[in-house]
């Protein structure tokens, strides 16, 4: 019995983490349409994001605190930028149901929940952003070579194995701003 009692006045404590591994991470739900034409969640795409002065949780206008905290953090207060949109529209044109959600990374207990879930088992998928071409001349385009955005993610299960196997997700990113996206791109954390 002492044991238990033991067990039970353990105090759980969470650490606050280094302020260089605070991150926002992104979770896309893949979601598709079983047999009967229910809509379903098959896997999620998870990725991390560094947060910076640009690149986090806003502050929430809701000038009643009680209601500020009941749906604390609200989605519509993390920061979707160019980068983001162009991962979910990828996903999007395969799965037009899919949808992003945001979480905080902070607490060592954060840390913990993410590294949990990515315990689960997932396939490989290929993600590729170029360059939109549909308003160049071709022509001026020969022999010339062009940054791509092609990288192995993972596609965590939700349904079956088999739902999320051998999936190639695209899209394509403004033609003037390709170097800089696809670089930036490429600093991103996929889990």
């Given at each position: 019995?002492?044991?238990?009692?033991?067990?039970?006045?353990?105090?759980?404590?969470?650490?606050?983490?280094?302020?260089?591994?605070?991150?926002i991470?992104?979770?896309?739900?893949?979601?598709?349409?079983?047999q009967?034409?229910?809509?379903?969640?098959i896997?999620?795409?998870?990725?991390d994001?560094q947060?910076t002065?640009?690149?986090?949780?806003?502050?929430?206008?809701?000038?009643?605190q009680?209601?500020?905290?009941?749906?604390?953090?609200k989605?519509?207060?993390?920061?979707?930028?160019?980068?983001?949109?162009?991962?979910?529209?990828?996903?999007?044109?395969?799965?037009?149901?899919?949808?992003?959600?945001?979480h905080?990374?902070?607490?060592?207990?954060d840390?913990?929940?993410?590294?949990?879930?990515?315990?689960?088992?997932?396939?490989?998928?290929?993600?590729?952003?170029?360059?939109?071409?549909s308003?160049?001349?071709?022509?001026?385009?020969n022999?010339?070579?062009?940054?791509?955005?092609n990288?192995?993610?993972?596609?965590?299960?939700?349904?079956?194995?088999?739902?999320?196997k051998?999936?190639?997700?695209?899209a394509?990113c403004?033609f003037?701003k390709?170097?800089?996206l696809?670089?930036?791109?490429?600093?991103?954390v996929?889990?």
């Open positions: 019995m002492s044991n238990i009692n033991n067990k039970l006045s353990e105090q759980v404590t969470i650490k606050l983490l280094d302020q260089e591994d605070w991150k991470v992104k979770e896309i739900s893949v979601v598709s349409t079983n009967f034409g229910v809509e379903i969640t896997g999620v795409i998870i990725y994001r947060i002065n640009d690149y986090k949780l806003n502050d929430d206008p809701e000038p009643n009680i209601k500020r905290l009941l749906d604390y953090p989605q519509e207060l993390f920061t979707n930028d160019e980068l983001d949109e162009l991962i979910l529209n990828a996903v999007k044109s395969k799965f037009p149901k899919s949808f992003i959600r945001s905080q990374v902070l607490w060592d207990s840390k913990k929940r993410y590294d949990y879930l990515l315990k689960r088992p997932s396939e490989k998928a290929f993600l590729e952003i170029r360059p939109n071409f308003s160049i001349d071709i022509y001026s385009l022999g010339k070579t062009f940054p791509v955005f990288k192995e993610i993972n596609i965590y299960q939700d349904f079956t194995l088999e739902s999320i051998s999936h190639f997700f695209t394509n403004d003037e390709r170097e800089n696809i670089s930036q791109l490429y600093k991103i996929f889990k």
